[in-house]
Structures are given as C-alpha cells and as structure tokens.
C-alpha cells in the first residue's frame, strides 16, 4: 500500500505508484523505500550497517537455528491446523501460497529459513519490512525471492486481511495494525528476549544486569496468548563469533573498552532464551 493515501501499489518499469500519483523507485537490490521522512527519527534510522553485518554472520554460522526451526515447527503446525479446518486437500494446498510477514525482518535471516524449509509442503510468499535500510539491502541481496521495504511496522504498508502469519523476531510493532493486516484467525508468533537471555555477555556490561520482562498480557483483537519459552546454550568458539554476538545487540554501545576485550577474550558460551508468543487475530472479515 502506498504509506501516504493507503491506496493499492501498482507496480511500474522503475518501481509502484498508486492512483494519486505518489512513486516510489525500486532501489538496487529491487527494494523499495516506503519509509516517509516524517517517519523518521534520525538519517539513517534502525540498525547500523555493522549491526546488520554481525548479525547477518552470527546467524548464518547456525548460533540460532534451534530458534529458527522452532518457530518453523509453529508455522507448519499454523498451516496445518488451517488446512484441516478449511477442509483444503493436499493437492489444492500446493498450490496455494500462504502470505507471511515478517515485521522488523532485520537482514530476514528466520522468515527465509521458514520459507526453504516448509516449501515443499506449503509455498510461502514472504515479504519483509524493516526501517533499517541496511538491513532491507542486506535482505533483498541475500534473498532475492522475497519482497522487502523499508517501512516502519507501526504504518504496516500492507493491504488489510492481507497476511495469514505475522512473525515478529525482537522487533516493534503495533498490534493494531497487525490487527489490521491478518486475516480471521491469521497467526501473530512474536519473539521476544527471555528473562535470562545473554546473561553471561550482560555480566561483562552491567554489575546488576535486570532482567527480561517479555510481554505476553493479552491484546484487544487478539484470542488468548499462547507462550513457549526456548532456551539453550550457544557455544562461541572463536573471537569473530563473539565479536559478532557483541556488535547485534546493543550492548555494544554500554560495554567499557577493558571489559570488552575481556568478553573477546573468554566468552566462550553463552545462554540464549526466548519467549515465543502465538495469538491469533479475531477480526472478522469484512
Ligand atoms: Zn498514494
């Protein structure tokens, strides 16, 4: 949808447009920026380039992927679920492609792990948003079938009942509008840190580091939260991985020069933990 008059993009030679006439350019990496400047905050908002990078080599060395098949496992189950109660048969089903969003997508690392590993049973079109635009070229680079823009996940760019998945890794959003875009029943799978996520690389940044207080209360619009909680530990074999780990997140900002050294040094392991939210949407269909 086009960000200024939400009316439907049609796609052009060099980018969209919509009925208004307000264009947008498919940027290099065949991206395009919905993101307007009074939706900035600063020049170049989200996460840095080196942000992206590290997380982009952090993820690709597998440190997470007991994360990633999890949340795979709860799709296909999603998709399940929803071929039963429509009564669709398998074959039918191929042919389908379900609409997943992924909001705050960072360089789309878990939504495209989703997508190679359930495409045989079930076609996923993926589209990613994100306002970092390091993080929409590294995702569009990286992976070229998905669609991505730059836009912000509080003036979700997508038409209304579009999506029948939300994923959410870490990022912000606006349960609104996730409201909004999800067909009846569509599924909402938010991530969010644990209460002991990382407690051993905070350790080297805080003396009292306080803990992760996810948030899983219920929404308006939304039937009742189901929680999971993943935990497990990563081991960090070397100083690039750590150094890695170190420059997602940002804790790289709050560490001394000393003590960051010492985690360079003998951070060997560390304990990942997740809170893995599922509602589903309410909304009637219009
Ligand atoms: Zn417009």
Known sequence: MCPVCKCSLLQSA???????????????????????????????????????????????????????????????????????????????????????????????????????????????????????????TKAAKTYKLNSYAVASTYNLTLETHSQDIVLQVFGPSDAKEIARI??????????????????????????????HEPRTDEIQGFSNAQIHDLAFDVSLPNTDLRHALLTMTPFLYRISDENKQQLLQRLNKVHAHFTLCLRHSQTQAC
């Open 182 to 211: 999800l067909k009846p029943g569509g599924l909402w799978l938010e991530v969010m840190p644990g209460e002991s996520h990382l407690e051993e690389l905070k350790a080297f940044v805080y003396e009292k580091s306080l803990k």
């Open 14 to 136: 060099s980018g969209f447009s919509c009925i208004n006439g307000h264009q947008y350019d498919r940027a290099k990496y065949n991206y395009v920026n919905l993101l307007l400047a009074n939706q900035k905050k600063s020049k170049e908002p989200g996460d840095s380039k080196a942000m992206i990078n590290a997380r982009h080599t952090f993820l690709q060395s597998g440190a997470y992927e007991i994360l990633a098949d999890r949340l795979r496992t709860l799709v296909k189950s999603y998709l399940n679920d929803l071929s039963q109660t429509s009564g669709a048969s398998a074959s039918l089903l191929t042919c389908h492609s379900f609409n997943l969003l992924d909001a705050a997508c960072g360089e789309g690392y878990y939504s495209a792990y989703i997508k190679e590993k359930l495409e045989r049973e079930y076609p996923l079109t993926i589209s990613g948003v994100d306002i970092s635009k390091f993080a929409i």
